[in-house]
């Protein structure tokens, strides 16, 4: 449409609009219709661009300019940007694949700037969230791999969250993509990060472990056996812990994998465990007056029974050693 024909059909669609409203705006004031001004033009142009939009031809547009040589590090920002927001419908990140998006992750992720790494891990978790087709794309890829890889050696707190939000959405509800987790020493390295004092990064990694265990009993055994319980009360002792009710909750989920789970890594850890019952007496005085907190004082009882009932069994053994015992919780 050129310039004259589009201004005209412009005046022309907003003229139609006052007129139709003519009827309501009289109701409330008499004052006369002013001409558009170069807002309203500017915004209703943009609006018509929106509506003949092509969502694919888009996406294609996009990713050709990020293989562009010439475009800038912000340039290529903003591209991605368009895709994250295309890319949220499940056909649209489908054809994202299609048109040959597949062949620009593996270099944004190893891109140097650590800005346009973040943004290809939120693509890459939008492209895969709840979408099995998209998933089995990103799993044969092995692009797992680069971001555990990316977890495991970034020193940006922001990427390392972001890589671990790419990974959620890869593998929650997904059994190959656990099973790919699996092959590439994923739960070894999703529990060492959670060292990390990132409280964010921390958050996330509860919230993946606990679901995904919570969900197959081969993942809760894999997290059990790479020393989860270990890390996950380390986390709950530590004054910064971000999260007490999410930690407790992670921390109960795998200490389900068997009955005596609690008591078998008490006998070997007895100095964290006894810290561990004082940091759960401590939580459960400063919060068993409130009503907020009625799950976590659950969870917190719920724990304080295993470790009491670990510590009557062993006390039933004969040739348990004294220093091994867990003392019961008050």
Known sequence: MADNSKQSFLNSLFQWTVKSTAQEAASTTSSDVEPMNEEKKQWLDAALENLTVNPVERIKLCINKIKDSQINDEQKKEFLDELCHWTEELDLAKDFFTV??????????????????????????????????????????????????????SNSPDLKTKAVTAISALIRGYTLGQLQLQKYQGPKILIQAMSSPIPRLQNKLCFLINTICSTSAHMKKLFYENGALLELIRLFNNEACPDHQHTLETILTISSIKPNAMFTFAQSNSSLIDEFQQKLNTRYQDIQNSEDYKDEINLINQIRTLLTSSSAEHDQVPEAKADQQILATS
């Open 100 to 153: 040959g998006g597949l062949d620009i992750l593996l270099p944004l992720l190893d891109h140097n700037n650590d800005n346009i790494r973040i943004q290809t891990c939120s693509l890459l978790a939008t492209l895969v969230q709840n979408n099995e087709h998209c998933q089995r794309i990103i799993v044969q890829s092995g692009l797992q791999q680069k971001l555990l890889q990316i977890l495991s050696e």
